[in-house]
């Protein structure tokens, strides 16, 4: 006889556990509220999170950004600075800093150079310098060609002019942010259900709803769709669209060697095409990151995979950008969908459902990671104003600590955790210097799948990819997490890594 | 025992990193010499390194007699386990930092009871070599489960007895490639073919055609890979037809990408320790010393990949570099020439010749030296070496198979020509004349494995 499906009662849900959803969690446990977040897949982060660039940003690159949305429609550029969405913008922006030092987060400002070859490029620059001055965050100013090289020997000799923001961006690692929210919204008592797929949404006369989910129901009054590339399903569930559609863009990323690490010290980009964009960018463990090339619309917004084309464009771009790069040097590939609504293609849709106020659609515009506390607040001020209880906790804790990373730590303090711990002093992935101990914390932190060890702990995200340190990593989740090694998966039901 | 904060403080005269064939061999040399205190360092709980977890015949060249992969590996570590070396396992370098001006040089080394600070006027790299992942050869397609390369799938089937799956593509033509298929066969797992991307195979064609009907699989060469399919796990991989482009779709749900070795050089980076952008490892001279002094490199981390036992050989030529070093007989001033290989080979290795030395040796099958690999398996060609307009040497070959390695008979060299102030150019050029013959002393059939 099968089980009868469990049922619980939360005050609010969330679904999709991406910056957002995981923001709002924890903005909520702030206060005395239960909430829930569910997620088909089987870990935070496996969405636009983990594929959008892991920058927060204001400034030039804003500026930028408004450009590459506008893809030749002509919008009025100047009027999208002075909207609510860039106030919220520059609010998350100017509370990252302060996220990051509480909830542990690596991260790094870097500057960000565009570059001109030429005098179309150039007359774009002086667009974009115009515009960026009305982007608060940035501290932008033109550079000659000498002072150019001086920045950033290796950019291309065709380089005439530059135009630099030395403030306005921060680079970090998307889904080390969303995990860190995560386990401190947890800490503070959210409950995150993972591989529970929201499958319906039954309102109630009273006007609460019941979500039906793959793992049993929850009862709620309250429902945030914070589901990313799949809110049109979720809102469709509760009928709660306003007449808008999701579009898909597709790009692909390339991750290069770190050992190029110092080649490019900041963000450098030429002003982009409409449809075309080209920048690379150092990430923090010293691995260059490059966004060169198609920026396409897509119907199926699973279409994640990497192809010849785009490989072939993205190396192309990103030679003409600093030719001293070569195809040799990467390391992987990956593709990011990006979603944006058909109704306000250039704004946030924070929106109540016309037929139940205690239904609220939240679809952001990229970026993401740079606005999140912002939105997470704006909802909860939404929530409370439909009735919820917002009773402040005494005891939140505001603060999380990271994972030690081995690579970056000091010889003492790498002999004080060895000391502590000698699986620290067991080094599973060579390419990443990560230790045994770094694993078994992610682990013990909630890492279920491969991925969720590597994006935790960074093992097997180097140059050979986890095949020297793949069936180890695969032997300590067995032993750890009490797992056969069949139902290890890469990154969630049916990416078993081996099958038996 | 006291622990320091910054790490137990050891000072040896020798320091190998990486305990595989390259460094063992070495170690095993130095040991003949007493008074010679070296310190070998292996990241793995156990010695061996490759072979450890590969099959059959291995150790003809230096141990003149045939052994498993195993068995070689533990006839190693049973040899320098005899030896005073001060041996330490699940130990990991990670950092070098180099000696100047006649200091000594310093390896860093993580261990489970602490960080080790370990001092040596020597320094022997023999840190072996990686196959190129399915992202770094830029195979487009989904990203699912089950896509590994030989080294894992042998350490997976070997080491650990997994099996990875049931169906399984092999990506590559190498002699590795053939030695996947045997352990997938082991795994008892079925093999849905084997997908060279030239026309000629990157191994010798006659072994290849009798494995795939050994074990039962078909060859696809001359095919490009279009893309992997599968969502979750592989479910397929589509190919290209590289004269026709028609299309072709096999089934499988593991894909083993073999070959496309790469030396695992890392701890050279960041450091003054020169790497060849063509082999990607160190620069070596015949001596098998670095650009830095008094730093060694021998094995794969030279050329990923050569054999096992040409590994071997390497790290007792080091070995016994250090020890002429040690004793002092070594002479610092000697004339030398840089050489370099141009497409279609990939790298010469070593890429510094000392002239005096290199009259003095023999180049054979049996002896390790300086020895060339081209990108893809070439037919009737020559190898010519040219300095400037000079011909310094030529020699013509039937077949040149890709990745694996072609000696260059360097003593022969007509070095009465050569302008020193040049680098030695390495040519592959097309012959259709004269009488080309396949050179059974270099470019023979070799059966073991990597």
């Given at each position: 006889?099968?089980?009868r499906?469990p049922?619980?009662e939360?005050?609010?849900?969330i679904?999709g556990?991406?910056?957002?959803g995981?923001?709002?969690?924890?903005?909520?446990?702030?206060?005395?509220?239960?909430v829930?977040?569910?997620?088909?897949e089987?870990?935070?982060s496996?969405g636009?999170s983990?594929?959008?660039?892991s920058l927060v940003?204001?400034?030039?690159?804003?500026?930028?950004?408004?450009?590459?949305?506008?893809?030749g429609k002509?919008?009025d550029?100047?009027?999208?600075?002075?909207?609510?969405?860039?106030?919220?913008?520059?609010?998350?922006?100017?509370?990252f800093d302060?996220?990051?030092?509480?909830?542990?987060?690596?991260?790094?400002?870097?500057?960000?150079l565009?570059i001109?070859r030429?005098?179309f490029?150039?007359?774009?620059?002086?667009?974009?310098?115009h515009?960026?001055?009305?982007v608060p965050?940035?501290?932008v100013r033109?550079?000659?060609?000498e002072?150019?090289?001086?920045?950033?020997?290796?950019?291309?000799?065709?380089?005439?002019?530059?135009?630099?923001?030395s403030?306005?961006?921060?680079s970090m690692?998307g889904?080390?942010?969303?995990?860190?929210v995560?386990?401190?919204?947890r800490e503070n008592?959210?409950?995150?259900?993972?591989?529970?797929e929201?499958?319906?949404?039954?309102?109630?006369?009273s006007g609460?709803?019941i979500?039906?989910t793959?793992d049993?129901?929850?009862k709620t009054?309250?429902?945030?769709?914070?589901?990313?590339?799949?809110?049109?399903k979720i809102a469709d569930m509760?009928?709660?669209?306003?007449?808008w559609?999701?579009?898909f863009?597709?790009s692909q990323?390339l991750?290069?060697?770190k050992?190029?690490?110092?080649?490019?010290n900041?963000?450098?980009g030429?002003?982009p095409?409409?449809g075309k964009?080209d920048?690379?960018?150092p990430?923090?463990e010293?691995n260059?990151?490059?966004y060169?090339g198609?920026y396409?619309p897509?119907?199926?917004?699973?279409?994640?995979d990497?192809t010849?084309?785009n490989?072939?464009?993205?190396?192309?771009?990103?030679?003409?950008?600093?030719p001293?790069?070569?195809?040799e040097h990467?390391?992987?590939?990956?593709?990011?969908v990006?979603t944006?609504?058909d109704?306000?293609?250039?704004?946030?849709?924070?929106e109540?459902?016309?037929?139940?106020?205690?239904?609220i659609?939240?679809?952001?515009?990229?970026?993401?990671?740079?606005?999140a506390?912002k939105?997470?607040?704006?909802?909860?001020g939404?929530?409370?104003n439909?009735g919820?209880?917002?009773?402040r906790?005494?005891?939140?804790?505001?603060?999380r600590?990271?994972i030690?990373?081995?690579?970056?730590?000091s010889?003492?303090?790498?002999?004080?955790?060895?000391?502590q711990d000698?699986?620290?002093?067991r080094?599973i992935?060579?390419?990443?210097t990560?230790?045994?101990?770094e694993?078994?914390e992610?682990?013990?932190?909630g890492?279920?799948?491969?991925?969720g060890?590597m994006?935790?702990a960074?093992a097997?995200?180097g140059?050979?990819?986890?095949?020297?340190?793949?069936p180890k990593?695969?032997?300590i989740m067995v032993k750890e997490?009490?797992?056969?090694?069949?139902?290890?998966?890469?990154k969630?039901?049916g990416?078993q890594v081996v099958t038996? | 025992?006291?622990q320091r904060?910054?790490g137990h403080i050891?000072?040896?005269?020798?320091?190998?990193?990486?305990g595989?064939?390259?460094?063992?061999?070495?170690?095993l040399?130095?040991s003949?010499t007493?008074?010679?205190?070296?310190?070998l360092?292996?990241?793995?709980a156990e010695l061996?390194g490759?072979?450890?977890?590969c099959h059959?015949?291995f150790?003809?060249?230096?141990m003149k007699?045939?052994?498993s992969?195993?068995g070689?590996?533990?006839?190693?570590?049973?040899?320098?386990?005899r030896t005073?070396?001060?041996?330490?396992?699940?130990?990991?370098a990670v950092?070098?930092?180099t000696?100047?001006?006649g200091?000594k040089?310093q390896?860093?080394?993580?261990?489970?009871?602490?960080l080790?600070n370990?001092?040596?006027?020597?320094?022997?790299l023999?840190?072996?070599?990686?196959?190129?992942?399915?992202?770094?050869?830029?195979i487009p397609g989904?990203?699912?489960?089950?896509?590994?390369?030989?080294?894992s799938?042998q350490?997976?089937v070997n080491?650990k007895k997994?099996r990875?799956g049931n169906?399984?593509?092999?990506?590559g033509?190498?002699?590795?490639s053939l030695?996947a298929a045997l352990?997938?066969n082991?795994?008892?797992m079925?093999?849905?073919?084997l997908?060279?991307?030239?026309?000629?195979?990157h191994t010798?064609?006659?072994?290849?055609r009798?494995?795939s009907?050994a074990?039962n699989f078909?060859?696809f060469s001359?095919v490009?890979?279009g893309s992997i399919?599968?969502?979750?796990?592989?479910?397929?991989?589509q190919?290209?037809?590289?004269?026709?482009h028609?299309?072709?779709e096999?089934d499988?749900?593991?894909?083993?990408c073999?070959?496309k070795?790469h030396?695992?050089?890392?701890?050279?980076?960041?450091t003054?320790?020169?790497?060849?952008?063509d082999?990607m490892?160190?620069?070596?001279d015949?001596n098998?010393?670095?650009r830095?002094?008094?730093?060694?490199?021998?094995g794969?981390?030279l050329?990923?990949?050569?054999?096992?036992d040409?590994?071997?050989?390497?790290?007792r030529?080091a070995a016994e570099s250090i020890?002429k070093?040690?004793m002092?007989i070594y002479?610092e001033s000697?004339?030398?020439?840089a050489?370099?290989a141009?497409?279609?080979?990939?790298?010469?290795?070593p890429q510094?010749?000392?002239?005096?030395?290199?009259?003095n040796r023999?180049?054979s099958y049996?002896?390790?030296?300086?020895s060339?690999?081209?990108n893809?398996?070439?037919?009737?060609?020559?190898?010519?070496a040219?300095?400037g307009?000079?011909k310094?040497?030529?020699?013509k070959?039937s077949?040149l198979?890709?990745?694996?390695?072609?000696l260059l008979p360097?003593?022969k060299?007509r070095?009465?020509?050569?302008?020193?102030?040049?680098p030695v150019?390495?040519?592959a050029?097309?012959?259709?004349s004269g009488k080309?013959r396949?050179?059974?002393?270099?470019?023979?059939?070799?059966p073991?494995?990597?």
């Amino acid at each position: 006889m099968s089980k009868r499906p469990p049922e619980r009662e939360t005050d609010v849900v969330i679904v999709g556990a991406g910056i957002i959803g995981m923001s709002l969690a924890r903005e909520l446990t702030k206060y005395h509220v239960d909430v829930t977040v569910i997620d088909k897949e089987a870990d935070v982060s496996m969405g636009i999170s983990k594929t959008a660039g892991s920058l927060v940003y204001m400034g030039l690159f804003q500026a930028l950004s408004l450009v590459i949305k506008d893809l030749g429609k002509g919008m009025d550029l100047e009027a999208e600075t002075k909207t609510e969405r860039m106030k919220m913008l520059w609010g998350g922006f100017r509370e990252f800093d302060t996220i990051a030092h509480s909830l542990d987060i690596a991260h790094k400002h870097v500057g960000f150079l565009l570059i001109a070859r030429n005098d179309f490029e150039l007359e774009k620059i002086k667009q974009l310098e115009h515009l960026a001055q009305f982007v608060p965050g940035g501290t932008v100013r033109r550079v000659p060609r000498e002072e150019l090289f001086e920045m950033e020997p290796n950019i291309t000799p065709e380089a005439i002019e530059g135009l630099y923001d030395s403030t306005g961006t921060i680079s970090m690692f998307g889904p080390e942010y969303v995990i860190a929210v995560y386990e401190n919204a947890r800490e503070n008592g959210a409950h995150v259900l993972f591989n529970t797929e929201c499958l319906d949404i039954i309102e109630q006369r009273s006007g609460s709803h019941i979500v039906r989910t793959g793992d049993g129901t929850l009862k709620t009054r309250y429902i945030i769709n914070c589901a990313g590339k799949y809110a049109d399903k979720i809102a469709d569930m509760a009928d709660a669209g306003t007449g808008w559609n999701l579009v898909f863009y597709r790009s692909q990323a390339l991750i290069l060697d770190k050992k190029l690490e110092g080649i490019i010290n900041n963000i450098v980009g030429i002003p982009p095409d409409a449809g075309k964009i080209d920048f690379i960018y150092p990430l923090g463990e010293g691995n260059l990151h490059v966004y060169g090339g198609y920026y396409d619309p897509i119907e199926d917004r699973e279409f994640t995979d990497t192809t010849r084309d785009n490989f072939d464009d993205a190396i192309s771009r990103m030679k003409q950008l600093v030719p001293c790069l070569s195809a040799e040097h990467i390391i992987t590939s990956y593709v990011g969908v990006r979603t944006f609504n058909d109704k306000e293609f250039e704004e946030n849709l924070i929106e109540h459902s016309p037929r139940n106020k205690n239904f609220i659609n939240v679809l952001v515009r990229m970026p993401g990671f740079t606005p999140a506390p912002k939105i997470a607040e704006k909802v909860v001020g939404m929530l409370a104003n439909e009735g919820l209880q917002l009773q402040r906790k005494e005891n939140f804790k505001s603060s999380r600590t990271a994972i030690p990373r081995f690579r970056f730590l000091s010889d003492s303090e790498r002999q004080r955790l060895i000391a502590q711990d000698k699986r620290y002093g067991r080094i599973i992935c060579k390419c990443e210097t990560v230790t045994e101990g770094e694993i078994v914390e992610a682990i013990r932190r909630g890492a279920s799948t491969l991925q969720g060890v590597m994006f935790r702990a960074r093992a097997g995200m180097g140059r050979c990819q986890r095949n020297w340190c793949g069936p180890k990593i695969l032997e300590i989740m067995v032993k750890e997490s009490r797992k056969t090694k069949e139902s290890v998966t890469f990154k969630g039901e049916g990416f078993q890594v081996v099958t038996g | 025992m006291e622990q320091r904060l910054d790490g137990h403080i050891k000072d040896v005269d020798v320091a190998v990193i990486g305990g595989g064939p390259a460094g063992i061999s070495a170690c095993l040399e130095l040991s003949k010499t007493p008074g010679i205190r070296t310190a070998l360092f292996e990241s793995e709980a156990e010695l061996g390194g490759m072979p450890r977890s590969c099959h059959l015949f291995f150790g003809l060249r230096d141990m003149k007699r045939l052994y498993s992969g195993p068995g070689y590996a533990r006839k190693l570590t049973r040899q320098v386990n005899r030896t005073g070396v001060d041996i330490h396992t699940n130990a990991t370098a990670v950092e070098i930092v180099t000696g100047q001006n006649g200091a000594k040089h310093q390896v860093k080394v993580v261990t489970k009871d602490g960080l080790m600070n370990c001092k040596c006027r020597y320094l022997l790299l023999a840190t072996g070599c990686f196959e190129l992942s399915r992202e770094g050869r830029r195979i487009p397609g989904t990203r699912p489960a089950g896509i590994f390369t030989t080294g894992s799938l042998q350490q997976l089937v070997n080491l650990k007895k997994i099996r990875p799956g049931n169906k399984a593509l092999i990506i590559g033509s190498e002699h590795v490639s053939l030695s996947a298929a045997l352990t997938l066969n082991r795994a008892g797992m079925k093999i849905t073919g084997l997908v060279s991307e030239d026309r000629l195979l990157h191994t010798y064609p006659y072994a290849a055609r009798a494995l795939s009907i050994a074990l039962n699989f078909p060859i696809f060469s001359g095919v490009a890979v279009g893309s992997i399919y599968g969502k979750k796990r592989v479910e397929g991989v589509q190919l290209k037809h590289k004269d026709n482009h028609q299309l072709l779709e096999v089934d499988c749900d593991t894909i083993v990408c073999t070959g496309k070795f790469h030396p695992d050089a890392a701890l050279i980076y960041k450091t003054p320790i020169k790497e060849d952008s063509d082999s990607m490892g160190p620069i070596v001279d015949t001596n098998y010393m670095t650009r830095s002094k008094n730093i060694y490199a021998a094995g794969n981390v030279l050329h990923g990949a050569d054999m096992h036992d040409v590994c071997a050989m390497e790290g007792r030529r080091a070995a016994e570099s250090i020890l002429k070093n040690w004793m002092g007989i070594y002479t610092e001033s000697e004339k030398c020439v840089a050489v370099s290989a141009e497409k279609p080979l990939r790298y010469v290795v070593p890429q510094t010749l000392l002239i005096d030395d290199i009259r003095n040796r023999k180049t054979s099958y049996w002896h390790p030296g300086v020895s060339v690999q081209a990108n893809h398996t070439l037919k009737k060609v020559a190898l010519e070496a040219w300095s400037g307009s000079e011909k310094l040497y030529s020699c013509k070959y039937s077949c040149l198979i890709a990745d694996s390695r072609v000696l260059l008979p360097v003593e022969k060299f007509r070095w009465e020509k050569v302008d020193f102030s040049k680098p030695v150019i390495i040519k592959a050029v097309e012959s259709q004349s004269g009488k080309a013959r396949f050179r059974l002393r270099s470019a023979c059939y070799d059966p073991t494995s990597r």
